[in-house]
């Protein structure tokens, strides 16, 4: 199950449990649906939704046409290797990362995590990966220190979320597009100090930039 990755999106506590159900200290309990993921939204969101199917289709067959083949191995090339590794991924590429990582990392363990319900269960078939369905407008139900990677692939970067749920040494790897890379940086900086970056063509032919960041112990204050 997802042990050791979640938290209760009421109270923060840590989320626990078996047979279909999580359940915090405080009593707060959810359930993992038909599909195998929790959904740990309290109330409703209107950032809670899923894309249409075409719109879907459309990303699987690009990721899957070969064209983004060299960016993929770019990801790979700057994920952590170590065994067991701990890789929390909030992208909007439906998997295709976590399973092409998956592949050369034996034992490593991942936690999908989204917003739409239609793109995480793609995501999950393609990557047999745990997911958790989130409102982007709150922190996200995960542990502090959880994961030693966030992997966020055109998608929103949350800098100070991303500093939280890493352990101490993590790295966050943020695929965008080239003409938003010094962008990305300065967003991210107080938390995280650059590393390294890498070029490919992304999406549509247009480059993108793979950019590796350090978690900075404490984020800086100005
Ligand atoms: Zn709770």
Redesign the pocket.
């Known amino acids: 199950m997802q042990h050791g990755w979640l938290s209760?999106p009421?109270?923060g506590?840590d989320l626990d449990g078996e047979d279909g159900e999580l359940r915090?200290p405080?009593g707060?309990r959810f359930e993992v649906g038909r599909r195998g993921y929790p959904s740990l939204v309290v109330g409703r969101s209107p950032l809670v939704r899923s894309e249409p199917a075409a719109v879907l289709d459309a990303a699987d067959a690009e990721w899957g046409s070969g064209r983004l083949d060299a960016l993929i191995q770019a990801v790979e090339a700057v994920l952590p290797s170590c065994a067991g590794v701990r890789v929390l991924d909030c992208g909007s590429d439906l998997g295709h990362l976590v399973a092409a990582a998956a592949g050369g990392r034996p034992g490593l363990r991942a936690l999908l995590v989204r917003s739409s319900p239609a793109a995480l269960v793609r995501a999950r078939a393609r990557s047999g990966a745990h997911g958790v369905l989130v409102d982007p407008s709150r922190p996200w139900p995960v542990r502090d220190a959880s994961a030693d990677a966030v992997l966020c692939a055109f998608a929103d970067h949350r800098p100070a979320e991303f500093h939280r749920v890493l352990a101490p040494g993590g790295v966050a790897i943020i695929v965008a597009p080239q003409r938003q890379a010094a962008a990305v940086d300065d967003d991210v900086y107080p938390w995280f100090e650059h590393d390294q970056t890498r070029t490919a063509a992304g999406p549509s032919g247009a480059p993108a930039a793979i950019i590796r960041f350090r978690r900075r112990r404490r984020p800086l204050s100005w």
């Open positions: 209760c009421r109270c506590r915090c405080s707060h």
